[in-house]
């Protein structure tokens, strides 16, 4: 998979895609992250990247040559990439989207600041608006750096063992059960006797009952969407 990413500021980026896990997944050969800096792709001699918004009003907008010539250059050579605008304007982020995003070969991310982008670039050269929520960020970098992570989590083999996936049915609505280290007491506080008990098939129950009422309890709307077996249903049914 490869991802580029058209902004201002790539050094808010360069972190992020240095490190952990999304440094190895790149080392692997299973992504392949490309910053582009959007003044590159302006010409004039003071590089300049936006001007002031026509019909007046504050703040400036981003150019549409720059931009223009910034996703022709992801584009070139590969098969058609899915250009994805970063915008409190979008689609609202979410898992359902990032396994989407996850199977594309190809994903161009094209973040906006100041007031926004020339609506031509949007109108002629996007493919899908994107937000991560319901607030206003300075500009689309940090929302490209949470989509992006989302995303390549997602691609099988970037996760190792030691952090790998729940099965999908398992891990797409439900919240994790409350997980504990050693030391066995710290201070007062215990960690449940079940965990320490040896018997695996107890601990799954516990740990499955919990997550259903962790889930019940902090995001009702998600727990709707959860398909119960019977199994489950007998766990919610035992109040011990
Ligand atoms: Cl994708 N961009 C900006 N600038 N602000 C946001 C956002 C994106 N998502 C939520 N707020």
Redesign the pocket.
């Known amino acids: 998979m490869l991802i580029d990413i058209i902004c201002i500021f790539p050094d808010m980026l360069s972190g992020f895609i240095h490190q952990s896990i999304v440094k190895r997944a790149q080392e692997k050969g299973l992504v392949r992250i490309r910053l582009f800096n959007l003044r590159d792709f302006s010409f004039d001699k003071h590089k300049t990247v936006d001007d002031i918004p026509y019909g007046g009003g504050p703040g400036m907008i981003l150019k549409p040559e720059p931009l223009y010539r910034a996703i022709l250059q992801t584009s070139q050579g590969g098969l058609k990439p899915l250009k994805i605008f970063?915008?409190?304007q979008?689609n609202l982020?979410s898992q359902r989207l990032a396994r989407e995003f996850s199977k594309e070969q190809h994903l161009v991310f094209v973040?906006?600041?100041y007031e926004g982008i020339d609506q031509r670039i949007r109108d002629f050269f996007i493919d899908e608006e994107?937000?991560?929520?319901?607030?206003?960020?300075?500009?689309?970098e940090?929302?490209?750096a949470v989509?992006t992570d989302a995303i390549i989590r997602l691609i099988p083999g970037v996760l190792g063992s030691k952090e790998s996936l729940h099965c999908e049915s398992f891990s797409d609505y439900l919240f994790d059960y409350p997980q504990y280290t050693r030391p066995a007491a710290f201070k007062t506080m215990e960690v449940p006797k079940i965990l320490l008990s040896g018997h695996h098939e107890e601990i799954r129950k516990w740990r499955k009952k919990k997550a259903l009422l962790i889930t019940a309890k902090k995001r009702p709307d998600q727990f709707q969407k959860i398909n119960l077996t019977d199994e489950d249903t007998e766990l919610l049914k035992d109040t011990s």
């Open positions: 970063l915008t409190p979008g982020f973040c906006g600041h994107i937000s991560i929520g319901d607030y206003v960020l300075t500009g689309g940090v929302a490209a989509v």
